[in-house]
């Protein structure tokens, strides 16, 4: 007998049980690391609605991944919160724990005394909701509002509220079009920089 004749034999044949074995293997492991990672990293969040155009809009996917870190100012984030009339909530963080908000009648948002330049942004019309400002942002919550202001219901109206940090599934990352085009900037650069001065304004560490 040569030597491939016995290489031959020595091959084990795991015939048509064994190979749906293996299968089935792949798949239940596929599925399992699946799970975990939409467990404990990302999840892919549906957007309906207009209160966040023009940078969201219906039929938009978010890649949402959870917070290991504060939230802070600009972070578009999903708000798990029932609140009255409303379910999940998909808005941007103008102000976190601390943090004074002063609206006026202009609809100019002032952080901490330092008017933000959201006009890159926002759709503005003349909404302040029903709150009396200033406000201070409580401890462990933000204020949230969406990027279209003429329509949001956000933390600018009392049955809304402030939102605890318990109640965000977290911080979108990239944002999947209805058209197919991936986008991962929410956030302006000027805005950035007005944020960074209110933090400093207030005592706090600029990000």
């Given at each position: 007998?040569?030597?491939d004749?016995?290489k031959k034999?020595?091959q084990p044949s795991?015939?048509f049980?064994?190979v749906?074995?293996e299968a089935?293997?792949?798949?239940?492991?596929?599925?399992?690391m699946?799970a975990v990672?939409?467990?404990?990293?990302?999840?892919?969040?549906g957007v309906?609605?207009?209160?966040?155009?023009n940078?969201l809009?219906?039929?938009d996917?978010?890649?949402?991944?959870?917070?290991y870190?504060?939230?802070?100012?600009?972070?578009i984030v999903?708000s798990t919160?029932?609140t009255q009339?409303?379910?999940?909530?998909?808005k941007?963080?103008?102000g976190?724990?601390?943090?004074?908000v002063?609206i006026?009648d202009?609809?100019?948002v002032?952080?901490n005394?330092?008017l933000l330049?959201?006009?890159?942004?926002?759709?503005?019309?003349?909404q302040?909701g029903d709150?009396?400002y200033?406000?201070?942002?409580p401890?462990?919550?933000?204020m949230?509002?969406?990027?279209n202001?003429v329509v949001?219901?956000?933390?600018r109206?009392?049955?809304i509220?402030?939102i605890?940090?318990e109640?965000?599934l977290?911080?979108a990352?990239?944002?999947?079009?209805?058209d197919?085009?991936i986008?991962?900037?929410?956030?302006?650069?000027?805005s950035?920089?007005?944020?960074?001065?209110a933090k400093?304004?207030?005592g706090q560490?600029a990000e």
């Amino acid at each position: 007998m040569n030597k491939d004749s016995e290489k031959k034999q020595e091959q084990p044949s795991y015939g048509f049980i064994g190979v749906l074995f293996e299968a089935t293997s792949v798949v239940i492991t596929s599925i399992v690391m699946i799970a975990v990672v939409f467990t404990f990293g990302f999840r892919m969040v549906g957007v309906d609605g207009t209160s966040m155009n023009n940078t969201l809009a219906t039929g938009d996917w978010l890649l949402v991944t959870p917070y290991y870190s504060e939230p802070k100012y600009g972070d578009i984030v999903i708000s798990t919160k029932i609140t009255q009339n409303e379910g999940s909530l998909v808005k941007r963080v103008i102000g976190t724990e601390g943090d004074e908000v002063n609206i006026d009648d202009a609809e100019n948002v002032y952080v901490n005394g330092v008017l933000l330049d959201d006009a890159s942004y926002t759709l503005k019309g003349g909404q302040r909701g029903d709150r009396t400002y200033p406000v201070t942002v409580p401890e462990d919550c933000v204020m949230l509002m969406g990027d279209n202001r003429v329509v949001s219901w956000d933390s600018r109206y009392e049955a809304i509220g402030f939102i605890e940090k318990e109640y965000l599934l977290g911080k979108a990352q990239l944002r999947l079009s209805k058209d197919w085009n991936i986008y991962s900037n929410f956030h302006d650069e000027a805005s950035g920089e007005a944020a960074r001065a209110a933090k400093t304004a207030a005592g706090q560490p600029a990000e």
